[in-house]
């Protein structure tokens, strides 16, 4: 791309001079009634190009500008997003509820008369 850029340059700037050579001619200008301004027809070509290219120009680097820093906002909004969602929460974790604690289980007495319990007796 920057072989691209230099070359577009090199040919505005061939262009620039080979005009320049062929209509080195000087010009009046008539600004006001009694402002005349005797200048050659490159310079008066230059100076009107550079006149309305500058306001474009500095229109399209404030937009520049400020979408830049827009994108930037929103990437670092959906950054900071992604992250919470996949890091634990910083926020301290409540207590546990405490859980009741149990009665205790009812256990069974062998008795005398029971023969499956005590399998000695006869």
Do not use: C
């Amino acid at each position: 791309m920057q072989v691209v850029r230099t070359l577009v340059w090199a040919l505005i700037l061939f262009g620039l001079l080979a005009f320049s050579f062929f209509n080195w001619d000087p010009v009046e200008v008539t600004l006001w009634d009694n402002f005349v301004l005797e200048t050659k027809v490159p310079a008066l070509v230059i100076i009107s190009f550079l006149l309305g290219l500058t306001p474009m120009y500095l229109i399209h680097r404030g937009v520049k500008w400020r979408l830049n820093r827009r994108i930037m906002s929103l990437e670092n909004a959906a950054r900071s997003s992604a992250l919470s969602r996949h890091e634990p929460s910083t926020a301290p974790a409540a207590a546990p509820a405490a859980s009741p604690v149990p009665a205790p289980t009812p256990t069974v007495e062998p008795t005398s008369n029971d023969d499956t319990l005590n399998p000695t007796k006869d």
